[in-house]
C-alpha cells in the first residue's frame, strides 16, 4: 500500500538551531517525492521536488530509497520558517499524478 | 493570474442539505484534483481528473460527486451532508503528469 508517515506533530526549535522534518514513505514503484509547505494564512505550495535536487530557502532533502526515507534538513532555522510542512508521494505515472500526504509536521522557530 | 479560485470560503450546512463547492483555475492546467484535510491529519484525495470530461476516485470519494465540463472548472457535489463531512476542502490543478500542484485557499465546510 501506499503510505507516507511523518512522525512528529510538532517540532520546537530555536533560531539558529538545525531542524530535521522526517518523512518515510512506502511505495513498491519508484518513488516521486515532495514537500509542500503552508505558511500561515497562506497556501500550500511546493516547496521542492526530490528529482530537482535543490536547496530551497536553505532547505534539502535526499531521498534514501534503502530506508524509504525523505527527510527536510536546514542547517540554520530562521523564525520565517514556522510553517506547516507536508511531505507527499507523487503517483505520477498512469495515476493522474496524484499526490499521497503525510500527515503533517508543525515546525515553530522560537526566537 | 487568479491562479486557483475556490468559492465559498466558509459554509455551515444542516445535515442531509446539498451543496456545490466551486473551484476554477485560470492556469490551463489539465489535471486537477479534490483534497480534504480534517483536523491533525494530512490531506486525502477525493476525486481527480485528467481532462475534461474526464473524471477518477481518490481515496475517499463516498457522498461526493464531481464533474469537469471544461478546463477551467472543477466543481466538487455534496448531495446529502453528514457531520463526517465537516472539513477542509482544497481544490489543486497540475500541469503535465500533475507534477507541480497549486493549491486554492481552501473552503472550510459544517455540518451540524
Known amino acids: 500500500a501506499q503510505r507516507v508517515t511523518q512522525p512528529e506533530k510538532l517540532l520546537s526549535v530555536f533560531k539558529g538551531a538545525p531542524v530535521e522534518l522526517k518523512c518515510n514513505y512506502s511505495?513498491?514503484?519508484?518513488?516521486?517525492l515532495f514537500w509542500y509547505v503552508q505558511y500561515s494564512r497562506q497556501r500550500l505550495q511546493l516547496l521542492l521536488r526530490?528529482?530537482s535536487r535543490e536547496s530551497i530557502k536553505g532547505f534539502t532533502a535526499d531521498l534514501n530509497k534503502g530506508e524509504t526515507s525523505f527527510h527536510l534538513k536546514k542547517p540554520f532555522a530562521q523564525e520565517e520558517d514556522s510553517a506547516m510542512y507536508y511531505c507527499?508521494?507523487?503517483?505520477?505515472?498512469?495515476?493522474?499524478?496524484?499526490?499521497?500526504f503525510g500527515q503533517g509536521t508543525e515546525l515553530s522557530v522560537k526566537p | 493570474n487568479a491562479g486557483v479560485t475556490q468559492t465559498p470560503k466558509f459554509r455551515i450546512l444542516k445535515i442531509g442539505q446539498s451543496m456545490t463547492l466551486q473551484c476554477t483555475q485560470d492556469?490551463?492546467?489539465?489535471?486537477m484534483y479534490w483534497y480534504r484535510q480534517d483536523p491533525g491529519m494530512g490531506l486525502k484525495l477525493i476525486y481527480y481528473?485528467?481532462?475534461?470530461?474526464?473524471?477518477d476516485k481518490g481515496e475517499v470519494p463516498n457522498g461526493y460527486n464531481v464533474s469537469r465540463s471544461t478546463t477551467e472548472d472543477f466543481p466538487l457535489r455534496l448531495e446529502l451532508a453528514a457531520p463526517s463531512q465537516t472539513s477542509v476542502y482544497f481544490c489543486?490543478?497540475?500541469?503535465?503528469?500533475?507534477?507541480?500542484?497549486?493549491f486554492g485557499p481552501g473552503t472550510r465546510l459544517t455540518v451540524l
Open positions: 481528473s485528467v481532462g475534461a470530461g474526464i473524471t
Open positions: 526530490h528529482i
Open positions: 511505495y513498491s514503484g519508484s518513488p516521486e
Open positions: 489543486a490543478s497540475g500541469g503535465g503528469q500533475g507534477y507541480e500542484q497549486f
Open positions: 507527499a508521494l507523487g503517483l505520477i505515472y498512469n495515476q493522474g499524478g496524484k499526490l499521497i
Open positions: 492556469m490551463n492546467h489539465n489535471y
